[in-house]
């Protein structure tokens, strides 16, 4: 244990962790590790701007810890319109933190999804 976190929070994973995971790949991975430490320093951001979030974004990759192959990936998240698209929703993300709003899905899964790096799982009896 670290202080008041456990060692595996610091970990990447890189197999599903349950069924809903199953469908997942490498991005996919990447994108939800990088979305994680991006929420949680978002949340400790007193007040996030556009100014200030577009670095939080731009280090992401250099506080996980990647093989070269998952630093190539993540790196991808940090450059061009990703980089002004993932600092959006970051930046909507702590603004909807601060009105307390119930979100419908964790902020991992939302930008990921909505980068297209995860495909949403769906439930194969909804489907029946």
Not at 16 to 43: G, H, I, N
Not at 84 to 111: C, M, N, T, Y
Request: aromatic share 8%; hydrophobic share 35%.
């Amino acid at each position: 244990e670290i202080g008041a976190c456990d060692v595996e929070q610091f970990d990447f994973v890189t197999e599903p962790l349950d069924y809903t995971q199953d469908q997942w790949d490498d991005k996919c991975y990447v994108c939800q590790a990088f979305a994680k430490d991006l929420e949680e320093r978002v949340q400790l951001t007193r007040h996030v701007t556009e100014g200030n979030i577009v670095p939080l974004v731009a280090s992401t990759c250099d506080r996980l810890s990647l093989t070269p192959h998952y630093r190539d990936i993540c790196l991808q998240l940090t450059s061009g319109k990703l980089l002004d698209d993932v600092s959006w929703l970051g930046k909507v993300h702590s603004e909807s933190v601060i009105r307390k709003a119930k979100a419908e899905q964790a902020f991992p899964d939302k930008l990921c999804e909505e980068l297209d790096w995860c495909k949403a799982y769906v439930d194969p009896e909804v489907l029946k």
